[in-house]
């Protein structure tokens, strides 16, 4: 018999301990330590799934290669024809890639999952679903309209029976719906545990780099918003996804956080529909099409997701309070960094908020984090407190300091030439920005050193 050793495991961060605590000395959640049991010769359980394939047994594959003498010919990518899902995953599918989606409940995973039946037709792909019987992925299919003879579907969570369903289908891309429900019958922990999700994962990965096949897992994500699970799951993967959005707007974003075949930070813009998710291939002009003008408090920014340039409304409404401590209410934006705006308007232009209400939203569902919008913010903020409207006709690009400088933000010519296309008359940049702008943009670009001076021009 083997002896086994009891060991407690946050389920937020992975962190062990030998006893039971209340809070986990890792991350500081609370109630999250489970109890495993790790048997001392769990290497002799582990299921072997690296059988002889088309592309060799592993066996030859482990052996050393040098750099000059591995081939490049049979490496492509799988083009669904969704622009804005091969722009995130860097121009498609990679060949043998291991892939991470997550998102909140609802908000659309697993319809964008079954709609790759229709983005690649002719193409073998096995969907695993473990929270969802056959008959279920079948009625969305319908509803996506998606009927293709070469989706097939597996209901089954164990990673063996996985395994012997990729031998017999050879697929060419796997889908595994979601990766919390997968378990190997040899760890003694339930599914969905941080030792069940770690191990299940290295096994599908190994998998997919023999087989060389594309795979997707589906994740949770937790209260956060972060993915559910241990840590080195993100790191194990080729490509973490996120799919944003609120459920009360129709439009989802697809982030890529990390992306070993293209650009991170990537986004795609889908919109929600009752047939399933259509790709926005113009963004700016969606998020713009309800623009108030002559209202105060209204700014428009670009901002670089990627490599892709997005203008988006920034929504301010600044009043007296009624409390000892106003409010700041930020929706799409982060709530310390407009903190840091407010103080900096306070002290460099002379623009008192300590007795007023901030709310701030960026219209869409959008978030933002790129610093290159804080001068939107800022000047949608002052807007409101002044109760004059901004120039209906400045896109304002640039980051704020905390002297009151406007910074110089970088790529900004693709920037001028998104505003430009969407008509706006001005671009507003930082000065140090002028000298790195080549050619002409059809748009007239006014360069600024100073928050304040920012106010004077577009108020």
């Known amino acids: 018999m083997a002896s086994s050793e009891p060991r407690y495991v946050c389920q937020e961060c992975g962190h062990e ?23 001392a010769d769990v290497e002799a359980q582990v299921p072997d799934l690296s059988t002889d394939g088309q592309n060799g047994t592993a066996a030859a594959q482990n052996q050393p290669t040098q750099l000059t003498e591995v081939e490049m010919e049979g490496e492509s990518r799988l083009k669904t024809g969704v622009d804005e899902l091969d722009r995130v995953m860097g121009g498609g599918i990679m060949q043998g890639s291991f892939s991470l989606i997550a998102g909140d409940p609802g908000i659309g995973k697993s319809t964008l999952m079954t709609e790759l039946g229709g983005y690649l037709p002719g193409r073998k792909i ?5 929270e969802e019987s056959k008959r279920q992925v079948k009625l969305r299919a319908q509803r996506l309209g998606v ?3 070469a989706l097939y579907l597996l209901a089954e969570t164990n990673v063996q029976e996985i395994a012997n369903a990729v031998d017999d289908v050879a697929p060419d891309l796997l889908v595994a719906d979601s990766i919390q429900t997968i378990y190997r019958p040899d760890l003694t922990s339930a599914p969905g545990s941080v030792s069940q999700v770690r191990e299940s994962t290295a096994s599908l990965l190994k998998l997919t780099k023999e087989r060389e096949f594309s795979t997707f897992l589906v994740g949770h994500v937790t209260k956060k918003g972060t993915i559910a699970g241990p840590r080195v799951l993100e790191h194990m993967v080729d490509t973490v996804l996120y799919f944003e959005g609120d459920q009360n707007h129709a439009y989802r974003i697809l982030r890529s956080v990390k992306n070993r075949f293209g650009a991170a930070n990537e986004i795609g813009v889908f919109e929600m529909r009752e047939d399933g998710l259509r790709e926005v291939p113009n963004p700016s002009e969606i998020f713009l099409s309800e623009r108030g003008y002559g209202v105060s408090g209204s700014t428009v920014v670009c901002s670089l997701e990627g490599t892709r340039p997005i203008l988006v409304e920034i929504q301010a409404l600044v009043t007296p309070t009624s409390y000892s401590t106003p409010q700041r209410t930020v929706t799409g934006f982060a709530a310390q960094r407009l903190q840091m705006i407010l103080a900096v308007l306070e002290k460099r232009a002379g623009l008192a908020f ?17 610093p290159a919008v804080d001068l939107g913010v800022a000047i949608a903020a002052a807007s409101s407190f002044r109760d004059i409207p901004a120039d209906t006709g400045s896109a304002l690009i640039g980051e704020v300091g905390l002297g009151g400088e406007i910074r110089t933000v970088s790529r900004v010519e693709p920037r001028l030439k998104e505003a430009a296309k969407l008509g706006f008359d001005r ?4 000065e140090n920005n002028l000298d790195r702008i080549a050619g002409d943009y059809d748009i007239d670009v006014t360069g600024a050193q ?5 106010v004077d021009v577009v108020l």
């Open 17 to 39: 301990a030998h006893k039971w605590m209340g809070k986990c000395t890792g991350c500081g959640a609370w109630n999250t330590l489970v109890k495993e049991t790790e048997s």
């Open 126 to 130: 096995l969907y695993v679903t473990g």
């Open 147 to 149: 009927d293709s003879d």
């Open 354 to 370: 300590s007795d007023h209400d901030v709310f701030i939203n960026v219209a869409g569902g959008v978030k933002l984090e790129e």
């Open 427 to 430: 671009a507003v940049v930082p």
């Open 450 to 454: 100073q928050l304040k001076e920012v």
